[in-house]
């Protein structure tokens, strides 16, 4: 049965999570410090197994080069974000800090409907464009990483490279097919229950017309 855990957000308040399967951990967006995930993993006295990213924006990988050079994981991505992580406008931290940062490409591209093993348990890759290109959610279980996709009460901005709000509202419809009752964590703030999130989403964006 797989299990999430929230580990504390620092800089840019954006989350990192581990998902578990008995005692294998995948972690979700390194944005902490590498100490704190490695202090989260072992609380669970857990083997990391990999990297999952829920898109590229680099508020959401700060610790991505550093834990990758502590423990030899591969981390992954869906395909259209790729670019991201070695393009420092791309990944938004130009347009915070006027320089470019970058990190390094990912071991693994992701698409649509693919399912990632994890102990005996799978997590399904969900593409949901909007926030960028190839942002995704991960259905784990009873449990949605929605990443910058949908938050508790609104959803992530479209305004920055590869944002498209179009694709962000049709990706919303996809995700009502999924059971309302799901827990979703998401990229930034506290978990929320899909069918409100989305109820709260519907509700943002029909101020924004």
């Known amino acids: 049965m797989l299990r999430v855990l929230t580990v504390c957000p620092e800089s840019f308040g954006a989350n990192t999570y581990l998902v578990l399967s008995g005692k294998e951990a995948l972690i979700v967006d390194p944005a902490v410090s590498v100490s ?12 990391p ?20 050079q502590t423990i030899p994981l591969k981390a992954s991505i869906h395909e259209a974000d790729a670019v991201l992580l070695t393009d420092g406008r791309k990944n938004a931290f130009y347009d915070f800090f006027g320089k470019e940062r970058v990190f390094g ?6 698409t649509d409907g693919e399912t990632i093993p994890l102990g005996e348990d799978t997590i399904r890759v969900i593409h949901t464009a909007g926030h960028t290109k190839g942002s995704v959610c991960y259905l784990c279980g009873d449990a949605l990483l929605t990443g910058d996709t949908l938050f508790a009460d609104n959803v992530g901005r479209c305004d920055l490279w590869g944002g498209d709000q179009g694709a962000l509202i049709h990706s919303l419809a996809r995700l009502r097919a999924l059971d309302p009752k799901l827990t979703i964590y998401p990229g930034h703030g506290s978990a ?8 709260e989403a519907a509700y943002f964006l029909s101020t924004k017309q």
Do not use: M
């Not at 197994?49 to 990758?68: E, K, M, N, Q, V």
């Not at 490409?105 to 992701?110: E, N, R, V, W």
């Not at 929320?192 to 109820?199: H, I, Q, V």
């Open 49 to 68: 197994a990999g990297i999952l990213l829920t898109h590229g924006h680099f508020d959401h990988l700060l610790s991505l080069d550093p834990l990758r």
């Open 36 to 47: 704190a995930i490695l202090e989260a993993i072992q609380r669970e006295d857990a083997h």
């Open 105 to 110: 490409a990912a071991d693994t591209l992701l």
């Open 192 to 199: 929320a229950t899909l069918g409100n999130a989305l109820d």
